[in-house]
T-cell receptor, first 113, second 112 residues
Framework: EAQVTQNPRYLITVTGKKLTVTCSQN?????MSWYRQDPGLGLRQIYY???????DKGDVPEGYKVSRKEKRNFPLILESPSPNQTSLYFC????????????FGPGTRLTVT | GNSVTQMEGPVTLSEEAFLTINCTYT??????LFWYVQYPGEGLQLLLK?????DKGSNKGFEATYRKETTSFHLEKGSVQVSDSAVYFC???????????FGQGTRLTINP
């Protein structure tokens, strides 16, 4: 089954404790992206990657890092989480030649206390 | 910059009612337009899309027409069901851009 998976689905952590949210897709997509969803703001892009070892900032990259060492994986790293990073996070992927439809993972709900 | 504005929610309707969720956009070029749906506890799923002016996207009884003259992409359904309860997002993507620009989402609740 074609899908984007994220782990963990739920995470409660404390300020300053480094964490990683994993994202994996099995569709051989070149493009992957991270979004955060906040009430009243819709989804905003954090980072994206056009291919292995190619990443770039989205609209709200502050406080986040990403890496793309393999085509299927695109982890999101919060090196020193803060309460304003409490949010619902979505990973997405798409084929670079398949228009602009993106396929989304199930989401990771992060709470930073 | 590009932006998407959706009607304020939440929206509550009775089963079999007619649904309209308004969406207007601002874009510098000729974007593709999308409606995504988010069911409780799940990720976003593409509901329908339109890639050029006057295109009509449709799926599961939902429709939306790309109106360039009014920069709109309103979502409609003739007879909603309880199972349509979800959050609906309007979004656009410009050619060559590397992201979707989302509206704020509209929560729809359908009562039996």
């Amino acid at each position: 089954e074609a899908q984007v998976t994220q782990n963990p689905r739920y995470l409660i952590t404390v300020t300053g404790k480094k964490l990683t949210v994993t994202c994996s897709q099995n569709m051989n997509h070149e493009y992957m992206s991270w979004y955060r969803q906040d009430p009243g703001l819709g989804l905003r892009q954090i980072y994206y990657s056009m291919n292995v070892e190619v990443t770039d900032k989205g609209d709200v990259p502050e406080g986040y890092k990403v890496s793309r060492k393999e085509k299927r994986n695109f982890p999101l790293i919060l090196e020193s989480p803060s309460p304003n990073q409490t949010s619902l996070y979505f990973c997405a992927s798409r084929d670079s030649t398949d228009g602009y439809e993106q396929y989304f993972g199930p989401g990771t709900r992060l709470t930073v206390t | 910059g590009n932006s998407v504005t959706q009607m304020e929610g939440p929206v509550t309707l009775s089963e079999e009612a007619f649904l309209t969720i308004n969406c207007t956009y601002t874009a510098t070029g000729y974007p593709s337009l999308f409606w995504y749906v988010q069911y409780p506890g799940e990720g976003l799923q593409l509901l329908l899309k339109a890639t050029k002016a006057d295109d009509k996207g449709s799926n599961k009884g939902f429709e939306a027409t790309y109106r360039k003259e009014t920069t709109s992409f309103h979502l409609e359904k003739g007879s909603v069901q309880v199972s349509d309860s979800a959050v609906y997002f309007c979004a656009l993507s410009e050619r060559g851009a590397q992201k979707l620009v989302f509206g704020q989402g509209t929560r729809l609740t359908i009562n039996p």
